[in-house]
C-alpha cells in the first residue's frame, strides 16, 4: 500500500472500501461494488483494502467500522460512509461529489 497517496491523488474519482474478511456486511457490499464499477467503468476507481492487513492506513483515515466507504479525488477527500448502500446510491454519490 506504499503507492496509497498516489492513487488518491488521481484526477479520476477513487472510491476506496475499507473492510475485513470477517465482515458480513463487507461480504454484501462486494458485488454492488462489482455492479457500481461495470455501470462507471474508466470514470471511477474502485479499491478495497483489508483493515486487518492494513491497519495503518485505516488508522490515518480514522476507520473504526466496516464497511467504510471514502471518494478521494486529487487527493481530497469528498466523501464519507460506513455501512452498506445501494448501487444506485453509489453510483448517484460518485457521480455528484465528483466533476466526472
Do not use: H
Amino acid at each position: 500500500m506504499s503507492n496509497f497517496d498516489t492513487i488518491i491523488e488521481s484526477d479520476k474519482p477513487v472510491l476506496i472500501d475499507f473492510f475485513a474478511t470477517w465482515c458480513g456486511p463487507c461480504k454484501m457490499l462486494g458485488p454492488i461494488l462489482k455492479e457500481v464499477k461495470d455501470n462507471l467503468g474508466d470514470r471511477v476507481s474502485i479499491l478495497k483494502i483489508d483493515v486487518d492487513k492494513n491497519q495503518q492506513i485505516a488508522s490515518k483515515y480514522q476507520v473504526r467500522g466496516v464497511p467504510t466507504m471514502i471518494l478521494f479525488q486529487n487527493g481530497k477527500q469528498l466523501w464519507r460512509q460506513s455501512g452498506v448502500l445501494t448501487k444506485e446510491q453509489i453510483i448517484q454519490t460518485i457521480v455528484e461529489k465528483s466533476n466526472k
